[in-house]
C-alpha cells in the first residue's frame, strides 16, 4: 500500500524567503505525485502534479517540486514567501491499483506560517 | 467549467441521528470521490465511482456509511447512525482522468 509522510507539522519562514515544505512516499508502481493547498474553510486547489516526463514540475504562485525516485521525494518549494502563501498543504500519491482504482492517499499536512 | 458543487456547508446533528450529503461532480468527470478530513488530519478516501459504479470501497465504514451515485452524475453519501468520532469536512472530488482531480468545498460535519 502506498503511504506519504510530510516532515514537520508546522514550517514558519520569513516574507521573502525561501518556502521548503518536505515530502517522503512509498508506492509499489511508479507514483502519480500532487501538491494541494487548502485555504479555511475551503476545499483542496492543486498546486502542482507529476505524472511522467520532467522530474521538475512548475505550478501555480510561483511553487514547483522536484520528483526524486532514488529518494522517494516530491519535495515543494518557492523561492520567496508571500503573505498570502500562509495555509495548509498537502503532499498526496496515486499509484494506479489494479480495477481502475486510483484514489489519492494523503499526508497529514503541513501549516505554512508566515512571518512578516 | 462549474466547479463541484456540494451542500450543505454545514450541519450539526446528535450523534445516532442520521446524515446524507449531496455532490453533484463537473460535467462530463465519470469518476467520482468522496474523502473524509478530520481535523489535524489529511483526506482519507472513502469510496470511488466509476460512473455509476463502484470500484473502490475498502476504507467505507459499511456498518454506518453508505454512497450511491444512481444514474452516474450526482452522489449522496449517508451517515446512519453517526457517532461522535465521525465529526469531519466530506470532500467531494471528480475526475476525467487519473491526473485530474477536482474537489468541492466540502461539508463540515459535526456531530454532538
Known amino acids: 500500500a502506498q503511504s506519504v509522510t510530510q516532515l514537520g507539522s508546522h514550517v514558519s519562514v520569513s516574507e521573502g524567503a525561501l518556502v521548503l515544505l518536505r515530502c517522503n512516499y512509498s508506492s509499489s508502481v511508479p507514483p502519480y505525485l500532487f501538491w494541494y493547498v487548502q485555504y479555511p474553510n475551503q476545499g483542496l486547489q492543486l498546486l502542482l502534479k507529476y505524472t511522467t516526463g520532467a522530474t521538475l514540475v512548475k505550478g501555480i504562485n510561483g511553487f514547483e517540486a522536484e520528483f526524486k525516485k532514488s529518494e522517494t521525494s516530491f519535495h515543494l518549494t518557492k523561492p520567496s514567501a508571500h503573505m498570502s502563501d500562509a495555509a495548509e498543504y498537502f503532499c498526496a500519491v496515486s499509484d494506479k491499483l489494479g480495477g481502475g482504482a486510483d484514489g489519492l492517499t494523503f499526508g497529514k499536512g503541513t501549516h505554512l506560517i508566515i512571518q512578516p | 467549467e462549474a466547479g463541484v458543487a456540494q451542500s450543505p456547508r454545514y450541519k450539526i446533528i446528535e450523534k445516532r441521528q442520521s446524515v446524507a450529503f449531496w455532490c453533484n461532480p463537473i460535467s462530463g468527470h465519470a469518476t467520482l470521490y468522496w474523502y473524509q478530513q478530520i481535523l489535524g488530519q489529511g483526506p482519507k478516501l472513502l469510496i470511488q465511482f466509476q460512473n455509476n459504479g463502484v470500484v473502490d470501497d475498502s476504507q467505507l465504514p459499511k456498518d454506518r456509511f453508505s454512497a450511491e451515485r444512481l444514474k452516474g452524475v450526482d452522489s449522496t453519501l449517508k451517515i446512519q447512525p453517526a457517532k461522535l468520532e465521525d465529526s469531519a469536512v466530506y470532500l467531494c472530488?471528480?475526475?476525467?482522468?487519473?491526473?485530474?482531480?477536482?474537489f468541492g468545498s466540502g461539508t463540515r460535519l459535526t456531530v454532538v
Open positions: 472530488a471528480s475526475s476525467f482522468t487519473s491526473d485530474g482531480y477536482t
